[in-house]
């Protein structure tokens, strides 16, 4: 069998390896010829979106073992949870390098350190061996640390060394847990090993189970981030270049949320039934904190950012509700806000190239200078906000419904976290596009046809999602229902139901295993 | 016969030989530096060839002993002073990588010292043969002498630059702790002999014979001559609280010079460590792995905290030399499920030390003493493949993956916690996190920070070499690690 994934992951390696090679005197071609390059990715995803078998499962698995007396390998496979995170990251590279046509100084540096950055992103959302994704979410923080800290604004030095040390410090108690994985499934196996799929079957203590569990957890934490955990996101997107803030946002921040799901929810059953209500608890005050300190940014670009804290904690809250409803709302959301916050981080972009200037003081009319510019503005903003019809209501809603049975205090908090988007963003596009034009805004030219070409697509995937999710749903039901449902099997949890009345209980034992086609049907409208 | 005799101490020879043909050739054909490089690069590629040699014999026909005294009754040959294995073989494979691309690049210096500098590349030889002694030692008492070989050599290469002040100071600094640790060591090797009536680690009467025979219901002295045998080689790695030597002499002597001191060094002494502590005292391994691991935690969290603080990049490469003494320890320990880890470990280190120092001479010159982390500011614009390679060293040593670092942190960190010290792995690595502090700064200077000069450090062909070798070391084995890992573990003692 053709091994798909080795040659989607060995692409964007190839790409920066061609890009290095482009001899100097044809500096010229380096951004067309990358744009070219970061194509092919995202042919292959659209290929492996189009094909997956919707019965769900690992497919396109590869493994070969590469460190024997460890049992480290290049074990990968991907299934419904990972699909759509992996086709996002090679939608959004093209975009992120289209946009960074201002970029002059050192190009093809900026240019290789965007493909490897591709290479460790898609490895993460593939890599079923615990060393092999350990290894793939520690090499993304190399690329966006030279990508803050060379072509980033003023405060970028300060900027890339927080993120970096930031997360590498999770990353220490991720290794940590691994290691002590594997040395205590050692013996049940006779062997260390590092597949996951392999530790998965191995039981452990309860002690140790939640020591590992929260292992884990603080570097996912760090890593969506999690309220408490936020305070490096803010500098380093707003320091970051365009393309760099967009990914960061896009696809960066999804490796947490990917990491709780995949391991978390997985490896460690119980301690997630039991501790997964503190975990969604700091996803809510980080929803409603987040939106308060957004509302007051005078830095449109913080406050985006501060935006993302807060729409990240109603993914986290979806994963952790467990029901098949909030966690597809949660994946699915995860997807809407590369989409909708990756605009707003693009069109921040082209503004900043005009005017020089983040302040939101310094804007204002807008919208009868640039025109074109508010409208898509107003578009992403809405999409962000979560506007029935656009993509962003289908997972906030999802999110919102199936948390409500698990948790349905945190729920109702987490649902003014809506209503605080609309105020920051609203009032934040009154302040920047409404009124008379300043002196400064007078001038402006609307965006031309390259930047239109970058929007344009990310506008009908926005759209697309909003009307039409069910391919998308159809293609994770099926693995997000096993995930529960090995925690319904390995605990005492049961996920509510509604029952033909519509009234909210408990059911009692009749569901096991992995029967749950009337629960689906309701989730996918 | 008489060939295989002389095969266990063929590397020693061949150095010994070489050291005193610089001397010679300085003397007889006059002061052309190119033919002294000729005579020791000979050397140590005979020296690594003696070290194959010895790897496929002992494959072939199993360990063996040499150089003893006649026994009581006359023929049977007693204690044996040299042990020829695959352990010793593979240490002097990589003992004379280590010293063949420090010699490289210390190049330079030697130029600059002329007529002087013969004595110079004596020296370095010197110095690794008394090195290899200390790995392939079969008894304290030779151990001693190879301890004793390689520091008085490196005394006087530490204090070659007689003219700088701080050369001076920093040699005398180190000569005075140095006899001190060393003075310690042979105190603890009489207080074993006390205790067991032997310095051998090997044969009918070695010490382990002796522990295993007799049970010690109060083992007091022989813990206390453990102990003291422990700081000796601890001092020799710079580990805490044993380093104070480290920083000072690092910054005063050339950096040329420092290439050679901080990694030869230290395979020397862990090594050693290994052999000593598994063979000779295996029956009170709790006693002594508590009291290397209190060393080890000791050594990264003391190397850690000051290197943060330092803003010569000497001493800085001194204090995380100190951490990385802590990281070996714990190597030391997890030797006992996985001896290939600790291997993989101190080659990877030391290449990558290695490299960086010989980045460090071509940027600011191979006789500097002090060495400013900014004189690296916009190193990434001035020279983007040095700045380059930088990144490499600095991303291994902090362990980031991709690098050969990440795998060695890895494999040590694993067999740690297999034998049992979980809390020393939970704290290495979150040292090693406030690590990045230090090695990020330096790639921040390098790539972040514009220069007001527009000068390229001028790379020779020499430097060009040592540099590209541990870069494609450092990141061949960080991508496949087998290649070593699977011949290191191979590489057990003699039993």
């Given at each position: 069998?053709?091994?798909?994934?080795?040659?989607?992951?060995?692409?964007?390696?190839?790409?920066?390896?061609?890009?290095?090679?482009?001899?100097?005197?044809?500096?010229?071609?380096?951004?067309?010829?990358?744009?070219?390059?970061?194509?092919?990715?995202?042919?292959?995803?659209?290929?492996?979106?189009?094909?997956?078998?919707?019965?769900?499962?690992?497919?396109?698995?590869?493994?070969?073992?590469?460190?024997?007396?460890?049992?480290?390998?290049?074990?990968?496979?991907?299934?419904?949870?990972?699909?759509?995170?992996?086709?996002?990251?090679?939608?959004?590279?093209?975009?992120?390098?289209?946009?960074?046509?201002?970029?002059?100084?050192?190009?093809?540096?900026?240019?290789?350190?965007?493909?490897?950055?591709?290479?460790?992103v898609?490895?993460v959302?593939?890599?079923?061996?615990?060393?092999?994704?350990?290894?793939?979410?520690?090499i993304?923080?190399?690329?966006?640390?030279?990508?803050?800290?060379?072509?980033?604004?003023?405060?970028?030095?300060?900027?890339?060394?927080?993120?970096?040390?930031?997360?590498?410090?999770g990353s220490?108690?991720?290794?940590?847990?691994?290691?002590?994985?594997?040395?205590?499934?050692?013996?049940?196996?006779?062997?260390?090993?590092?597949?996951?799929?392999?530790?998965?079957?191995?039981?452990?203590?309860?002690?140790?189970?939640?020591?590992?569990?929260?292992?884990?957890?603080?570097?996912?934490?760090?890593?969506?981030?999690?309220?408490?955990?936020?305070?490096?996101?803010?500098?380093?997107?707003?320091?970051?270049?365009?393309?760099?803030?967009?990914?960061?946002?896009?696809?960066?921040?999804?490796?947490?949320?990917?990491?709780?799901?995949?391991?978390?929810?997985?490896?460690?059953?119980?301690?997630?039934?039991?501790?997964?209500?503190?975990?969604?608890?700091?996803?809510?005050?980080?929803?409603?904190?987040?939106?308060?300190?957004?509302?007051?940014?005078?830095?449109?670009?913080?406050?985006?950012?501060?935006?993302?804290?807060?729409?990240?904690?109603?993914?986290?809250?979806?994963?952790?509700?467990?029901?098949?409803?909030?966690?597809?709302g949660?994946?699915?959301?995860?997807?809407?806000?590369?989409?909708?916050?990756?605009a707003?981080?693009?069109?921040?972009?082209?503004?900043?190239?005009?005017?020089?200037?983040?302040?939101?003081?310094?804007?204002?009319?807008?919208?009868?200078?640039?025109?074109?510019?508010?409208?898509?503005?107003?578009?992403?903003?809405?999409?962000?906000?979560?506007?029935?019809?656009?993509?962003?209501?289908?997972?906030?809603?999802?999110?919102?419904?199936?948390?409500?049975?698990?948790?349905?205090?945190?729920?109702?908090?987490?649902?003014?976290?809506?209503?605080?988007?609309?105020?920051?963003?609203?009032?934040?596009?009154?302040?920047?596009?409404?009124?008379?034009?300043?002196?400064?805004?007078?001038?402006?030219?609307?965006?031309?046809?390259?930047e239109?070409?970058?929007?344009?697509?990310?506008?009908?995937?926005?759209?697309?999602?909003?009307?039409?999710?069910?391919?998308?749903?159809?293609?994770?039901?099926?693995?997000?229902?096993?995930?529960?449902?090995?925690i319904?099997?390995?605990?005492?949890?049961?996920?509510?139901?509604?029952?033909?009345?519509?009234?909210?209980?408990?059911?009692?034992?009749?569901?096991?295993?992995?029967?749950?086609?009337?629960?689906?049907?309701?989730?996918?409208? | 016969?008489?060939?295989?005799?002389?095969?266990?101490?063929?590397?020693?020879?061949?150095?010994?030989v070489?050291?005193?043909?610089?001397?010679?050739?300085?003397?007889?054909?006059?002061?052309?530096?190119?033919?002294?490089?000729?005579?020791?690069?000979?050397?140590?590629?005979?020296?690594?060839?003696?070290?194959?040699?010895?790897?496929?014999?002992?494959?072939?026909?199993?360990?063996?002993?040499?150089?003893?005294?006649?026994?009581?009754?006359?023929?049977?040959?007693?204690?044996?002073?040299?042990?020829?294995?695959?352990?010793?073989?593979?240490?002097?494979?990589?003992?004379?990588?280590?010293?063949?691309?420090?010699?490289?690049?210390?190049?330079?210096?030697?130029?600059?010292?002329?007529?002087?500098?013969?004595?110079?590349?004596a020296?370095?030889?010197?110095?690794?043969?008394?090195?290899?002694?200390?790995?392939?030692?079969?008894?304290?008492?030779?151990?001693f002498?190879?301890?004793?070989?390689?520091?008085?050599?490196?005394?006087?290469?530490?204090?070659?630059?007689?003219?700088?002040?701080?050369?001076?100071?920093?040699?005398?600094?180190?000569?005075?702790?140095?006899?001190?640790?060393?003075?310690?060591?042979?105190?603890?090797?009489?207080?074993?002999?006390?205790?067991?009536?032997?310095?051998?680690?090997?044969?009918?009467?070695?010490?382990?014979?002796?522990l295993?025979?007799?049970?010690?219901?109060?083992?007091?002295?022989?813990?206390?001559?453990?102990?003291?045998?422990?700081?000796?080689?601890?001092?020799?790695?710079?580990?805490?609280?044993?380093?104070?030597?480290?920083?000072?002499?690092?910054?005063?002597?050339?950096?040329?010079?420092?290439?050679?001191?901080?990694?030869?060094?230290?395979?020397?002494?862990?090594?050693?460590?290994?052999?000593?502590l598994?063979?000779?005292?295996?029956?009170?391994?709790?006693?002594?792995?508590?009291?290397?691991?209190?060393?080890?935690?000791l050594?990264?969290?003391?190397?850690t905290?000051?290197?943060?603080?330092?803003?010569?990049?000497?001493?800085?490469?001194?204090?995380?030399?100190?951490?990385?003494?802590?990281?070996?320890l714990?190597?030391?320990?997890?030797?006992?499920?996985?001896?290939?880890?600790?291997?993989?470990?101190?080659?990877?280190?030391?290449?990558?030390?290695?490299?960086?120092?010989?980045?460090?001479?071509?940027?600011?010159?191979?006789?500097?003493?002090?060495?400013?982390?900014?004189?690296?500011?916009?190193?990434?614009?001035?020279?983007?493949?040095?700045?380059?390679?930088?990144?490499?060293?600095?991303?291994?040593?902090?362990g980031?993956?991709?690098?050969?670092?990440?795998?060695?942190?890895l494999?040590?960190?694993?067999?740690?916690?297999?034998?049992?010290?979980?809390?020393?792995?939970?704290?290495?690595?979150?040292?090693?996190?406030?690590?990045?502090?230090?090695?990020?700064?330096?790639?921040?200077?390098?790539?972040?920070?514009?220069?007001?000069?527009?000068?390229?450090?001028?790379?020779?062909?020499?430097?060009?070499?040592?540099?590209?070798?541990a870069?494609?070391?450092?990141?061949?084995?960080?991508?496949?690690?087998?290649?070593?890992?699977?011949?290191?573990?191979?590489?057990?003692?003699?039993?």
């Amino acid at each position: 069998m053709f091994p798909v994934l080795a040659f989607l992951v060995g692409l964007p390696v190839v790409a920066a390896i061609v890009i290095a090679l482009i001899p100097k005197s044809r500096s010229e071609l380096l951004l067309p010829v990358a744009f070219g390059l970061s194509l092919l990715p995202l042919a292959v995803a659209g290929y492996m979106v189009w094909t997956f078998n919707t019965a769900g499962g690992f497919q396109w698995v590869e493994s070969t073992i590469w460190l024997q007396q460890l049992r480290i390998g290049w074990t990968v496979g991907v299934d419904g949870i990972s699909l759509f995170l992996v086709a996002l990251t090679a939608f959004l590279f093209p975009i992120s390098i289209l946009a960074s046509a201002n970029i002059s100084d050192r190009l093809r540096g900026y240019l290789v350190s965007l493909f490897v950055l591709e290479t460790g992103v898609l490895g993460v959302f593939i890599a079923l061996d615990l060393v092999l994704f350990f290894v793939f979410f520690e090499i993304v923080l190399i690329p966006m640390f030279f990508m803050i800290g060379i072509w980033g604004s003023s405060n970028r030095r300060y900027a890339a060394i927080k993120f970096f040390v930031y997360t590498a410090f999770g990353s220490a108690f991720l290794l940590v847990s691994i290691i002590a994985l594997a040395v205590n499934a050692g013996p049940a196996l006779q062997t260390i090993s590092f597949q996951w799929n392999e530790l998965a079957q191995v039981p452990m203590t309860s002690t140790l189970q939640t020591w590992l569990f929260f292992g884990f957890a603080i570097a996912f934490a760090i890593k969506v981030p999690l309220f408490p955990l936020h305070t490096w996101l803010p500098d380093a997107h707003t320091e970051a270049p365009t393309a760099g803030s967009v990914l960061l946002a896009g696809v960066l921040l999804k490796m947490g949320t990917y990491g709780f799901i995949r391991f978390n929810l997985i490896l460690f059953p119980e301690a997630t039934v039991k501790y997964g209500k503190w975990i969604a608890l700091l996803a809510v005050i980080g929803i409603v904190y987040a939106a308060l300190v957004a509302t007051v940014q005078p830095d449109i670009k913080r406050l985006v950012a501060y935006s993302s804290v807060s729409h990240l904690g109603f993914i986290v809250l979806g994963i952790f509700a467990l029901t098949l409803t909030s966690v597809q709302g949660g994946i699915i959301q995860m997807v809407n806000h590369g989409l909708s916050t990756g605009a707003l981080f693009l069109l921040i972009g082209m503004i900043y190239e005009r005017t020089h200037t983040r302040k939101i003081a310094d804007y204002g009319g807008l919208a009868s200078t640039m025109p074109i510019f508010s409208g898509f503005f107003l578009f992403a903003v809405f999409a962000s906000v979560g506007l029935p019809g656009l993509n962003g209501f289908i997972g906030e809603f999802m999110v919102l419904i199936g948390s409500w049975q698990t948790f349905p205090v945190l729920t109702v908090v987490a649902a003014s976290g809506v209503v605080l988007a609309a105020v920051y963003l609203l009032w934040a596009y009154e302040r920047v596009f409404t009124g008379p034009p300043g002196k400064a805004n007078k001038d402006l030219e609307d965006l031309n046809p390259r930047e239109i070409a970058i929007l344009v697509p990310i506008a009908f995937l926005i759209v697309l999602l909003g009307v039409y999710p069910k391919p998308v749903l159809d293609r994770m039901e099926n693995d997000v229902n096993a995930v529960i449902s090995r925690i319904e099997q390995s605990t005492s949890y049961e996920r509510p139901t509604f029952d033909l009345e519509g009234q909210l209980r408990i059911s009692v034992p009749a569901e096991q295993g992995n029967n749950s086609s009337g629960e689906s049907s309701e989730g996918s409208e | 016969m008489g060939n295989i005799a002389f095969l266990p101490i063929g590397l020693e020879v061949a150095l010994l030989v070489g050291a005193i043909g610089v001397l010679m050739v300085a003397v007889t054909m006059g002061r052309s530096s190119r033919d002294w490089a000729v005579v020791a690069g000979a050397a140590i590629g005979v020296g690594f060839v003696i070290s194959v040699r010895q790897w496929v014999v002992v494959g072939e026909s199993g360990t063996q002993l040499a150089f003893g005294t006649k026994g009581a009754d006359g023929l049977a040959v007693a204690n044996q002073m040299v042990a020829m294995d695959k352990f010793g073989a593979l240490g002097g494979m990589i003992l004379m990588v280590v010293v063949g691309l420090a010699l490289i690049g210390s190049w330079q210096m030697v130029k600059d010292l002329g007529s002087r500098g013969a004595e110079f590349v004596a020296l370095i030889l010197l110095s690794a043969a008394g090195m290899h002694m200390m790995i392939v030692s079969a008894n304290l008492i030779m151990l001693f002498i190879g301890l004793e070989t390689a520091s008085i050599a490196l005394y006087v290469i530490a204090g070659f630059l007689r003219n700088r002040r701080g050369s001076d100071e920093s040699a005398m600094k180190y000569f005075l702790m140095g006899s001190f640790a060393s003075a310690l060591f042979i105190y603890g090797v009489a207080l074993v002999f006390a205790a067991t009536g032997s310095t051998s680690l090997y044969g009918s009467t070695s010490i382990g014979q002796f522990l295993a025979g007799n049970a010690m219901p109060n083992p007091g002295i022989l813990l206390i001559g453990i102990g003291l045998i422990l700081v000796g080689l601890a001092f020799k790695m710079s580990a805490a609280p044993f380093h104070q030597w480290a920083p000072d002499v690092y910054q005063g002597a050339g950096t040329g010079a420092v290439a050679f001191m901080s990694t030869g060094v230290k395979v020397a002494a862990v090594a050693a460590m290994v052999r000593v502590l598994y063979i000779g005292f295996f029956q009170f391994y709790d006693d002594w792995s508590m009291a290397v691991a209190l060393i080890a935690a000791l050594s990264i969290l003391v190397g850690t905290a000051t290197a943060i603080a330092q803003s010569d990049l000497k001493r800085m490469l001194a204090y995380s030399g100190v951490a990385h003494a802590g990281f070996l320890l714990i190597a030391v320990l997890a030797a006992r499920v996985s001896l290939d880890a600790m291997w993989f470990y101190l080659a990877t280190y030391a290449v990558s030390l290695v490299g960086m120092l010989t980045v460090v001479t071509v940027v600011a010159g191979a006789s500097a003493g002090p060495v400013s982390i900014e004189s690296f500011r916009g190193l990434g614009k001035r020279s983007p493949m040095l700045a380059a390679a930088i990144a490499v060293f600095m991303f291994s040593m902090a362990g980031i993956p991709g690098t050969s670092g990440f795998v060695a942190k890895l494999v040590v960190f694993t067999a740690a916690d297999l034998s049992g010290f979980r809390w020393l792995v939970v704290l290495a690595l979150v040292a090693s996190v406030a690590g990045l502090f230090f090695y990020l700064r330096i790639i921040v200077v390098a790539f972040f920070e514009d220069s007001d000069t527009e000068e390229t450090p001028l790379t020779l062909t020499g430097p060009r070499i040592a540099i590209g070798f541990a870069v494609a070391v450092t990141v061949g084995l960080g991508l496949w690690p087998t290649l070593l890992l699977d011949f290191a573990r191979e590489a057990l003692p003699h039993l």
